[in-house]
């Protein structure tokens, strides 16, 4: 059966001193053949693309409005991926999906983890 | 980026029903489409990749078609348990885009 388990969400306060490291443990799959992504979804919103990288690790992608806050990576060897948000605003609050896609675009979500960031 | 312009927004349906959710993309994104369903307080469960392969388990009551830019995805004999929100969403560049969504409602 796949799995996919985050974790890390908090509450945290917007600024240079929010940051939180989220993780997405997968089971059930071969890893190394699946892209894996970020997804967020804002309370009463719909979903909005965060970040994606490629079955090697070395190829990531990101939206304009997490650039250069967020860093997203993954452990082959462990099974999972990581996303290191920095410098938290309060439009950053939402539940964040971890999603596996394969090459021919099939995809497992995650039940997500909530982040809120509020002063 | 690629727009993503689903319609409609919602439908009231009912059980035994067939429903047809149109998603249209800005530009030609071939087959690289996928639906979901979202209900509320729960996680997404994707339905459909690559704009018509079902995704594993799930029944065939849904489908989906078409290419380039217009797509559709169909639920037939509508059942309580589909009452839901339905999304889709694009791969085919990045950034990663959706559709609004659709509320499908009793």
């Known amino acids: 059966e796949v799995q996919l388990v985050e974790s890390g969400g908090d509450l945290v306060q917007p600024g240079g001193s929010g940051s939180l490291r989220l993780s997405c443990v997968a089971s059930?799959?071969?890893?190394?053949?699946?892209?894996m992504t970020w997804v967020r979804q804002p309370p009463g919103k719909g979903p909005e693309w965060v970040a994606s990288?490629?079955?090697?690790?070395?190829?990531?992608f990101y939206a304009d409005s997490v650039t250069g806050r967020f860093t997203i990576s993954r452990d082959n060897v462990k099974n999972s991926m990581y996303l290191q948000m920095d410098s938290l605003r309060v439009e950053d609050t939402a539940t964040y999906y971890c999603?596996?896609?394969?090459?021919?675009?099939?995809?497992?979500w995650g039940q997500g983890t909530l982040v809120t960031v509020s002063s | 980026d690629i727009q993503m312009t689903q319609s409609p927004s919602s439908l009231s349906a009912s059980v035994g029903d067939r429903v047809t959710i149109t998603c249209r993309a800005s530009?030609?994104?071939?087959?690289?489409l996928v639906w979901f369903q979202q209900k509320p307080g729960k996680a997404p469960k994707s339905l459909i990749y690559?704009?018509?392969s079902l995704e594993s388990g799930v029944p065939s009551k849904f489908s989906g078609s078409g290419s380039g830019t217009d797509f559709t995805l169909t639920i037939t004999r509508l059942q309580p348990e589909d009452f839901a929100t339905y999304y889709c969403?694009?791969?085919?560049?990045?950034?990663?885009?959706f559709g609004a969504g659709t509320r499908v409602e009793i």
């Open positions: 059930g799959f071969t890893f190394t053949s699946y892209w």
């Open positions: 690559g704009a018509s």
């Open positions: 999603v596996a896609s394969s090459a021919v675009g099939d995809r497992h």
């Open positions: 530009e030609d994104i071939i087959s690289s």
């Open positions: 990288i490629k079955q090697d690790g070395i190829e990531k």
């Open positions: 969403q694009q791969y085919h560049a990045f950034p990663l885009t």
